[in-house]
């Protein structure tokens, strides 16, 4: 069973940061695109932001966290991170990260995220 574990969820204040963390311990996680999604209580799950496989030359970002949030990737550590600044009120969440490969696809657990002062 392919296995994704998230961490480096907690609670912040508004303008503060977090890096979460989506490590893989039973594939190689460079051969797959990363995604990471959250889900605020009563919302639907949206997808915060998005990276290639190998070289993670391609990424994505949901408008609302553009020039706050930075996707990469060390293939070394068979990790992908999402470094989280200037976070907001709506920020808050549970974060998931999934990694696709063709038709397969792999979800963590969540960690969660609050932003509250």
């Known amino acids: 069973q392919e296995h994704l574990v998230e961490s480096g969820g907690g609670l912040v204040q508004p303008g503060g940061s977090l890096r979460l963390s989506c490590t893989a311990s039973?594939?190689?996680?460079?051969?797959?695109?990363v995604g990471w999604f959250r889900q605020a209580p009563g919302k639907e799950r949206e997808e915060v932001s998005c990276?290639?496989?190998?070289?993670?030359?391609?990424?994505t970002y949901l408008d609302s966290v553009k020039g706050r949030f930075t996707i990469s990737r060390d293939n070394a550590k068979n990790t992908v991170f999402l470094q989280m600044n200037d976070l907001k009120f709506e920020d808050t969440g549970l974060y998931y990260c999934?990694?696709?490969?063709?038709?397969?696809?792999?979800w963590g657990q969540g960690t969660q995220v609050t932003v509250s002062v």
């Open positions: 999934a990694a696709t490969i063709l038709s397969r696809k792999y």
């Open positions: 039973t594939f190689y996680l460079e051969y797959y695109a």
């Open positions: 990276i290639s496989s190998n070289t993670g030359a391609r990424t």
